[in-house]
């Protein structure tokens, strides 16, 4: 079981430069003073594809999912602007920020990724002492506490930042957790233009209750039931440390930059179980409920890249040739798993069942080796435009081994490339169009396969993607753009087995208006609609329908802040979603309803002497609305009520 725990741009100058070299000037640029009092993800965030500061997080997309997929599944996750083959993404504690990168906010990568890519900045210490106390909870009981530190330690050469952070979690599904987060890392320059950064993170998960799942035996939603009474069985529970360590190095001398990542990336999952009610009738009665026990596990993986960049200028034109190298070699030990039937059960109601004693049966490995070697090109025209160019050669190497079967070996050797052109029509207006090919993950089968946590072989992907970017006033920017997303298409067969059932293309268009309307109101604004559709033998045969099973045909987010002008350091927000209708299974014979979820939230910001201090609160689910989530083909789990989280943050 994996799981993946999520800078404003001062005027429109910002288009003439590739994200790339905003990257480097980032790296080596001054930090700010206060890390969390001044977090706010309504007025950090560029566009509505997709930023997380902190604990906030906003926008159409997240890590995990962009334009239907996921960049965390796919491979496309960056550290820092470095290569990171993520088996878990980091945790707060050693990430300041996120950002979703696509359509023209992608086109300054040289080496960019259909499914876009989930941009992780660290939170990198400055030249001051700052320590940063955050004290949270909700009002159903959650309580969480974090402290974070940046420190120097030799002048300006030498700094260290780390922090730690607890939490008691009240589940959704009534259940509980603990989880704890920790992170330590040290800024060497010891010259001008060079930077060392190693770094170690941790986050672990303890007693964390399971959320049972809920299977129907058909194309309807299970009966509603209350929320909040835990009825899984209170020794069925998830634990696992997620660890992510490595080394940043940079050199940068006049138009010669230097760029080195070495990371490790690992998951080590203990024994842990699933909770399922299968056959589930529209009463509410589940003709088998099962509990699937799983031995320990674990996934790691350890990826690096080497990037040197050099930089000619001659008059308004700019142009920066980039060499890289990347590495991965990822290993996964999974199966084994033996399941547990106890006959008919009615969901919502708690039953005791005896703890079971598993006998676990053999496990798989996968093993996956992957060598990438690639040039790049950025060109800049002042007034003009920019054009990026990537080829890249890959060698990617996969070996399963199964018990009492035979071993396949997958191996492809692509070549991958990528164009993208923008030109400023205007010193407000870009127009912006690029085409990308890639080799990507496909994720694992889910708890309810038959083929439970196998992993799908590496996919080649394609993507095209057009639009505009309007600078409407120097603080209201919009994007609107078209694109196309082709990838084979894995999922649940008739038979419950995990596997490739045809090609899926993700068409849509995606529309982001992000800003100040006046002085005292900022909005994040955004909306996709989205053509999914499944090609291939088993649509033309009628075995599986043409939408892909739990993708929104549209999605719309409208978030505001309001700041009273008599009232200052106070900012009043709402936030609307509006998800579309889903296929809830791969006949298409039954659509989830459309659902809408409100929030709204209140921010006050004042000086304790000397001291930044911010206290926030927030009502999610403001109307209470009652949805039953798609957790995969047939499955659901509920939504949260209505709840109020609350944290106090303060620098120091």
Known sequence: ???????????????????????????????????????????????????????????????SSVRGFSPITAGNVRLDGLYLDAVVVPNPRLFRSSTVRVGI?????????????????????????????????ASNGSVNGEVDLQLPLIGKSLAFAGGVGASHDEMVAGGTAMHGTVAAMLRWRPAPEVEI??????????????VPRVVTAGGFLPPKIKRGIFFSQPWIQFEA????????????????????????????????????????????????????????????????????????????????????????EQSR????AVSFDFGPARIGEPVSIPEVSPIFGPRSQD???????????????????????????????????????????????????????AVHA???????????????????????????????????????????????????????????VEKPYFNL????????????????????????????????AGAILLDAKVRGEAVSGGLIGARPVGTPDKTILLTAEYRPPSLKGLALDVSATFNGERAANVANSFFVEPSDTYSAGVRYRWTLGRLPVTARAQLMNLFNSYDWQLQGPNTYAYNAPRHLSFRLMADF
């Open 241 to 328: 440390d997620d660890i992510n360590y490595g080394i940043l190095g940079r050199y940068s001398a006049g138009p010669l930059a230097v760029s080195a990542g070495l990371f490790r990336s690992v998951q080590e999952p203990q024994e842990s179980f699933s909770d399922l009610f299968l056959n589930t009738s529209r009463e509410g009665v589940s003709a088998r409920h099962r509990i699937v026990a799983s031995p320990d596990q674990k996934i790691a993986s350890t990826s690096a890249e080497l990037r040197v960049s050099r930089e000619l200028t001659e008059g308004d034109r700019r142009h920066i040739l980039h060499l890289t190298a990347r590495a991965r």
């Open 493 to 524: 067969d008739a038979a419950n087995v995990y596997r490739r059932l045809g090609e899926v293309r993700h068409r849509g268009a995606e529309l982001s208006l992000v800003g100040e309307i006046t002085p005292n109101l900022n909005i994040v």
């Open 1 to 63: 079981m994996m799981r993946m725990p999520i800078r404003p741009m001062k005027n429109f100058v910002c288009r003439t430069v590739p994200a790339g070299i905003l990257l480097s000037a980032v790296a080596f640029g001054p930090e700010a003073h206060a890390q969390r009092a001044n977090e706010n993800a309504i007025r950090s965030a560029e566009d509505a594809f997709g930023t997380s500061i902190g604990r906030e997080s906003i926008g159409l997309y997240g890590p």
């Open 333 to 336: 030990l999974y199966g084994g």
């Open 367 to 421: 093993d996956i080796r992957q060598f990438s070697a690639g040039a790049g090109y950025e060109g800049r025209w002042r007034d003009v435009g920019e054009l990026t160019l990537s080829l890249t050669k890959t060698e990617y190497r996969k070996e399963v081994e199964r018990p009492g079967l035979a071993e396949p070996v997958t191996v492809a050797r692509p070549w991958l490339f990528g164009a993208a052109l």
């Open 105 to 137: 906010s992608a086109q300054g990568y040289p080496f960019s990724a259909p499914t876009g890519i989930a941009d992780f900045r660290l939170r990198l210490p400055g030249d001051e002492a700052v320590m940063s106390a955050i004290l949270g909870g």
């Open 197 to 210: 950064i190693p770094f170690w993170s941790k986050l672990v998960h303890r007693d964390e209750d399971f």
């Open 426 to 484: 205007s010193p407000s207006l870009a127009l912006y169009g690029g085409f990308t090919r890639g080799l990507e993950e496909s994720g694992i089968a889910p708890d309810t396969a038959v083929n439970r946590n196998e992993a799908s072989p590496a996919l080649l992907t394609r993507q095209y993607d057009g639009g505009l970017r309007w600078a409407i006033t120097p603080k209201l920017r919009l994007v609107s753009g078209l694109f196309t």
